[in-house]
């Protein structure tokens, strides 16, 4: 079982930059296509980003953060990063770190994903 821990959410003013991390444990990182998702209240959850596994090749990017966004992975520290620039308040939701059970490739489906943090939460804020 893989087990996935999130950190780095807080309060930041718009305009501010949040670097979210994901710490992967529980048995190899490397063969996980991983992604990041966020809920905010009332709201479904919806995909981020994410990144195809083994060196992260591949990426997506939901159409509103893109340019903003950077995902990265770290096999080495079984650790995955979400670089959040230029926040707005429409960023506020609780930010999820996710895993593929099944292939490697970067997906942004919500149901593609078996493995999920506790989340993280983002409040974008003046």
């Known amino acids: 079982q893989l087990q996935l821990v999130e950190y780095g959410g807080g309060l930041v003013q718009p305009g501010g930059a949040l670097n979210l991390s994901c710490v992967a444990s529980?048995?190899?990182?490397?063969?996980?296509?991983m992604g990041w998702f966020r809920q905010a209240p009332g709201k479904e959850r919806e995909g981020v980003s994410c990144i195809s596994s083994l060196k992260g090749r591949n990426t997506k990017y939901a159409d509103s953060v893109k340019g903003r966004f950077t995902i990265s992975r770290d096999n080495d520290k079984n650790i995955l990063y979400l670089q959040m620039n230029n926040l707005t308040p429409e960023d506020t939701a609780v930010y999820y770190c996710?895993?593929?059970?099944?292939?490697?490739?970067?997906?942004?489906?919500?149901?593609?994903?078996?493995?999920w943090g506790q989340g993280t939460q983002v409040t974008v804020s003046s």
């Open positions: 529980g048995h190899s990182f490397d063969y996980s296509a």
């Open positions: 996710a895993a593929e059970g099944h292939g490697t490739r970067c997906l942004m489906d919500v149901n593609e994903y078996d493995y």
